[in-house]
């Protein structure tokens, strides 16, 4: 069989991909399969400036139509793959197609995780956030909207709520656990961020356990909570998380743990089949663990496409992630994992650091407002430096001294 490489989905991490297998002297044919109908396109704006309506959704595509057609990559869109051949080494979609391949990359994404239709009863005004057609059913919703239930306080559910709030709208955020940001971030950050959210009017319930969904000639009024209270609603956004898409894997006999497992260097259990992106469980600090973001997709499709030219180049990633909320911008450096202690330095209002602390040593820092300090602790993890609990505290320290500001624990 000829070399040929076909990737399952045209997202971040399926241009990634491609490009490196492009950019390395790949010579073979490189076809990407994708169900929806844009070219690959990028996500985190479609819950800030898209749904904003301050961009247009051909701004989000992250190469233009003769990139792919001058690199030789086949982007076949509404393309939806439905199975996996491994023995003839070939995938099918849903119209019939078969497509043989000598590597397979799955780079699937994930989706939303929705509510259960006992919960929701079909009706209309229940919304998720993931691609861009939902983005473009949320703002029309929006704009007809005047009461919005947010249910879920990670970033996707707190973006759309401060611009739902920016747009006038009275917003309530509900959130299961003791705090937003539960799964992400330690408590002084979430902390600030309700602060932040409280602070424009739209009032954080946690603790609150969904009870159902109420509605009025087919489309949702309420939303009633364990409490016995009932917010009135006449749009709910559901952002309770993501479910990676794992099926197609599972089907072919991959191992599946909450992610399509894969090895240090992005392959699976099967030869010739690697991983990439939102849909990946990959080894890290001695677990399997799954990142949802915009850093993980880039670097592991180019994980994979190093391991698929057979110069192999294990992933050791410096996870980051940004999230904006009104005027802030948090952004997270590292992987807040294991930590015994966490730092809250303070610079000056609006502006803050949360230093989390694994036996003495830094493993990651959140950031509200503090590019700077964001970029240098990416470089500095990224570099291996032993980032000391004591040389963030002291003044004069040289590695670090732009860190070192009055410090005040949050977190005791
Ligand atoms: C609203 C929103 C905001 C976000 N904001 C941020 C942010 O601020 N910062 C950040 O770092 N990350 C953010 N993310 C996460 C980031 O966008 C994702 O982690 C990233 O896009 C994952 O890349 P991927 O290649 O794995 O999947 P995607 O880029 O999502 O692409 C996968 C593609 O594969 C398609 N696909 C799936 N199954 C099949 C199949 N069987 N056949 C064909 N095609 C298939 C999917 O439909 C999708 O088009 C955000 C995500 C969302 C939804």
């Known amino acids: 069989m000829q070399d040929n490489v076909v990737i399952v989905g045209t997202g971040q991490a399926a241009l990634s991909c491609a490009v490196r297998l492009r950019d390395s002297g790949y010579e073979g044919a490189v076809t990407m399969l994708g169900d929806e109908p844009w070219l690959p396109y990028q996500r985190p704006p479609l819950s800030k400036v898209y749904l904003k309506g301050e ?17 030789g990559i086949v982007v076949e869109r509404g393309s939806v793959v439905t199975s996996v051949n491994r023995s003839n080494r070939s ?7 078969s497509y043989s391949y000598s590597k397979l990359v ?28 939902d983005a473009d059913r949320l703002r029309r919703a929006l704009a007809k909207a005047k009461r919005v239930v947010v249910v879920g306080g990670g970033y996707v559910g707190l973006e759309v709520a401060s611009i739902a709030v920016r747009m006038g709208h009275a917003v309530t955020i ?46 949702v009024s309420g939303v009633s909570l364990g409490s016995g209270t009932l917010l009135p609603a006449d749009l709910v956004l559901v952002a309770i998380g993501g479910m990676a898409n794992v099926e197609l894997a599972a089907e072919t006999g991959l191992t599946v743990e909450n992610g399509i497992v894969v090895h240090r260097f992005g392959q699976t259990s099967a030869p010739h089949i690697y991983v990439a992106g939102d849909c990946a469980a990959f080894p890290f600090g001695g677990r399997l663990i799954r990142l949802e973001s915009v850093q993980n997709a880039i670097e592991q499709g180019s994980v994979v496409a190093n391991a698929i030219l057979g110069r192999p180049v294990e992933y050791e990633p410096v996870p980051w992630f940004w999230s904006d909320q009104y005027d802030a911008t948090l952004q997270t450096a590292g992987l807040a994992l294991d930590y015994d202690d966490i730092l809250a330095v303070s610079m000056e209002p609006g502006r803050s650091a949360f230093w989390y602390f694994r036996d003495g040593l830094a493993v990651a820092v959140d950031t509200m407002n503090d590019a700077k300090t964001h970029m240098a ?18 003044p004069d320290s040289t590695s670090c001294s732009t860190f070192v500001q009055p410090p005040c624990r949050l977190d005791q």
């Open 55 to 71: 961009t247009t959704a051909d701004r989000l595509e992250l190469r233009p139509q003769e990139f792919f057609a001058k690199g």
């Open 106 to 133: 799955l780079s699937t994404d994930s989706r939303a995780r929705t509510l259960p239709d006992a919960m929701t009863h079909g009706l209309d005004g229940i919304l998720t956030m993931r691609s861009i057609a």
């Open 377 to 394: 602790a990416r470089r500095l993890f990224g570099a291996r430096v032993e980032l000391r609990r004591e040389l963030l505290l002291k």
């Open 174 to 219: 509900v959130e299961m656990t003791d705090r937003v940001l539960k799964r992400v971030a330690g408590a002084p950050t979430a902390q600030a961020i309700e602060e932040l959210h409280v602070r424009h009017g739209a009032p954080v319930l946690t603790n609150a356990q969904l009870k159902g969904l109420s509605g009025h000639h087919g489309t």
């Open 91 to 97: 995938v099918t979609t849903f119209d019939r197609r």
